[in-house]
């Protein structure tokens, strides 16, 4: 079943529920277990580094949106030194996104090799 991140499934999210003022923002927002979903359609169809673009994103669900922007922010080439890259990498690890840990930590090492941090 596909659902929201609230829990409401998908075919009760309409435009009179939405009228009537029933729906939250997490009635709109992506439940993770549909990202990875489509994370398994996009390994079955020869499409693993989409699969993994959406297993990361189905981690970031559990961020406010503020959060995820400044991550995003933070890895901009020239934005951010070693040392804050390396300490977005231990703060996502603690909090169980492991997989975006990675992607941060292989961006710190690929802008240090470029000369690309701050």
Avoid: C, F, K, W
Wanted: glycine share 6%; proline share 3%.
């Amino acid at each position: 079943m596909t659902r929201s991140r609230s829990g409401t499934p998908v075919g009760a999210l309409t435009l009179d529920s939405l009228r009537r003022g029933e729906l939250g923002a997490d009635d709109v927002r992506i439940h993770p277990e549909t990202l990875e979903h489509q994370a398994q359609v996009a390994e079955a169809h020869a499409n693993p580094q989409l699969a993994a673009n959406l297993r990361r994103a189905a981690e970031l669900t559990e961020l406010a949106d503020d959060e995820v922007l400044a991550i995003y922010d933070a890895l901009r080439p020239r934005r951010s030194s070693y040392d804050e890259l390396t300490e977005l990498t231990r703060s996502l690890e603690s909090r169980g996104l492991a997989l975006n840990a990675a992607l941060v930590r292989e961006a710190a090492e690929v802008y240090a090799r470029r000369g690309m941090l701050r």
